[in-house]
């Protein structure tokens, strides 16, 4: 599994539509019956020492759908900083994630565009009842000797039935 690479602060080597094309299906020609939405915290810097202090951590956003039979379509992946203003969006138009297949997004350490406060939106939808997708955020990067990793789930903020 590939993962999104920034060669520089902001600047993507690619797309979720290309470096996850075996990951993707076709959309279905159904009506979407159900959609929902999950935010999810992340901390791509973190103040330490009363903010004298600050650690830099790369993110990778991970989707995951949790069924084994239906494709889960994704129609949002934004990032957002810690004001709330939207810093990118990953996605140009929605894609359909295969069951129990897998989509990510990461944001480089040196990438200081969502502050301590970042976050991403992940909308999704699918044609009927479906596990809820995993979506999930990893956390890593080094202060002074050490290396650390954290995970921050995401939080369902709406769940409709069309």
Excluded at 19 to 32: G, H, I, K, Q
Excluded at 61 to 68: C, D, G, I, K, R
């Amino acid at each position: 599994m590939s993962i999104l690479h920034c060669a520089a602060a902001g600047a993507q080597t690619g797309n979720i539509e290309q470096n996850f094309a075996a990951s993707l299906t076709t959309l279905p020609p159904e009506n979407l019956a159900i959609s929902g939405a999950f935010y999810v915290p992340v901390y791509s810097s973190v103040s330490m020492s009363q903010g004298k202090l600050r650690a830099d951590f790369s993110v990778t956003l991970s989707v995951h759908n949790a069924s084994e039979t239906r494709p889960l379509v994704l129609k949002r992946i934004a990032y957002f900083d810690t004001s709330g203003k939207m810093v990118e969006s990953y996605l140009k138009s929605p894609v359909a994630l295969k069951p129990f297949a897998t989509v990510e997004v990461f944001i480089a350490a040196n990438d200081l565009r969502g502050g301590t406060g970042a976050n991403f939106v992940v909308d999704w939808a699918a044609t009927g009842e479906i596990a809820e997708p995993a979506v999930e955020a990893l956390m890593f990067g080094s202060v002074g000797a050490g290396h650390y990793a954290f995970i921050s789930q995401g939080r369902p903020i709406k769940v409709i039935k069309n």
